[in-house]
DNA sequence: CTGTTAGCGCCTTCAG
DNA sequence: CTGAAGGCGCTAACAG
């Protein structure tokens, strides 16, 4: 075991200078009420003996940790991460710290992360759901307790969360319809648990677009994947051996879109010319292949900032009131879904 | 603000039940000595009333937090990401929690996080050091304070500290001397700030390739790059106008490699016929782009989970050595670098 | 402007 | 097996 000098404290900042605990730890916070040359006799002193102040008894005593606790279902996504990018800035320029958890896409893991967070006495909780989720009982807790709970992305979409995300609904009627523009009208879909939000309103928004071009829906253009990274490929191999193959293909993410195109692509068929393709997330990937991607564009950067400041605003607003914020997207067209050049 | 309900502590717990807090305590902690009804009537009672143990109170009087800081330059990039995801899942298997900060690529914030970290008493700490690093004094003062440090992929090469990472040197004169091999001898090498080990190392090997080539070292064919993400582009301008192009482009990481490979292609440049191309990292977009590209691999998730069980073994070792792992890599060959079919 | 005092909630001797 | 007591380091009244 490493031997762990004894900290510095500011009682013994205290005895070194022949003053009181409490006037080290007003100078030591900026409390205006100490003559300015003790303070700088404390400062100096502090800084001298090394001191560092113990935020546990700081917080203890405080009763808030300036902590805000992160559960997300995978770090090592591109979006996950530039989300996190994001939080971390948010919270970080308001003095905030974060501590993160992954729940690896399982409800157990979840509720254990949301345990901890718990007793590590968070002042608020960031939430991406798993993939699976379908109990709520342990963020209900946290937020019965008073530690706000604002979800992003992933969300629950009960009206009485707090969330952040983007019209899933309406950005894949707009992809749907933009295929449809290119004169495509069998158009498969590859999606993930009817679980989450984000997959369903996807779902949802792709139906609605093909009624509204009355096209009839086929369940047979409908793929669900449980987001393993293979899927595309997979994908591709069930898409060769239709009787009727689509001649587009509009997957949940730029990843799937990618990695099936590029498997058809091996196996000769022409994009967009046979199968026009669209993904979603813009991912960078989605303008280094060829052709490149369309997709629907929204920043995670900006939406890990936008989750980590609704959540400071309610760390100190008066009100409790439950805000359902909607972020911009943008239907980006590129050459893997433009038809008619 | 929001009213945070009076916390449940074993003292109401004590009182409900009309035993004393230290055998609540006792019972909650799993101590043995404790008569196993009182102790049934314990936990009901805790899981009745909602309690939940407060890990600050927990760690002043334990003087230990079970938190591991974890400073990163960068959380969006997917090496990063990978890295992230393997120390949370070392550290969540061990009953440990992580804390992270960005550096931003700034030795400013880097000092900024590591004094944070030390405040909130992490026990141990994990980083991947900034782009312009230069001086290493806030390190030093956690490594003194009892706080054990191992830095990661970008390291401290001084031999007074514990660092997980790959051969640079290694792999980066396996790289060019496969491309050698290929009949390249004019090969251009993409690297960054010569201050951080691991492309100071990469291009030590570079040069030491080309000299056991006999090939000579020409100073217009290193290229150094800020890490911004346009650079690749920039690259790719610089070479066209080059009176003596190269006949292979060697880039730190595959991003670099692609965008630039991208930009040339787009200028009709052949690759590999008329320059091949190798990158370093093995970013799934490698195997995404056509053609694919040439790159070292070496899994970021074991990095990560290879220096977060580096951390918790000296973190109950008991004499503290200075470790230097060094971790596998494997030259990943593919069309991007193969000149004769 | 400064000192005294009293906890925050938990754990850990030391006694029974 | 259980209780009493003290203290981890800090801050916030309350007095001066």
Redesign the interface.
Known sequence: ?????K?VTIYDIAKTLNISAATVSRALTGNVDVKSDTREKILNAASAM?Y??????S??RK?Q?R?IGVIVP?????F???T??GI??SL?SAGY??????SHESVAAEIKAA??M????VDGLLVSLCYDNNTTKHFD?LI?????VVFYDRTLDKGEYDNVKIDNFKAAYDVTMHLINQGCNRILHITASQRRDVYADRLSGYKQALKDAKIAFNEEYILVTDLNPQYGIEAANYIMQMNNPPDAVFAVND?FA??CM?ELQRMNVRVPEDIAFAGFNND??GT???PTITTVNYD??KMGQLAARTLLN?????I?TKSNIVMAYELVIRDSSVKRI
Do not use: C, W, Y
């Open positions: 075991m490493i031997h762990k000098t900290q090394g560092s102040s113990n935020n546990f008894a917080n203890l009763k940790s902590m995978k770090l090592d996504s591109h996950m991460a530039e996190l990018s971390e800035k970080n710290h974060m501590i993160i958890s992954q345990k901890a718990l007793k590590n006495r807790e019965s307790q008073g530690v706000p990843f990618v990695t590029k960078p990937i280094l292949v060829t995670g950067i309610k760390l100190t607003e008066k409790s």
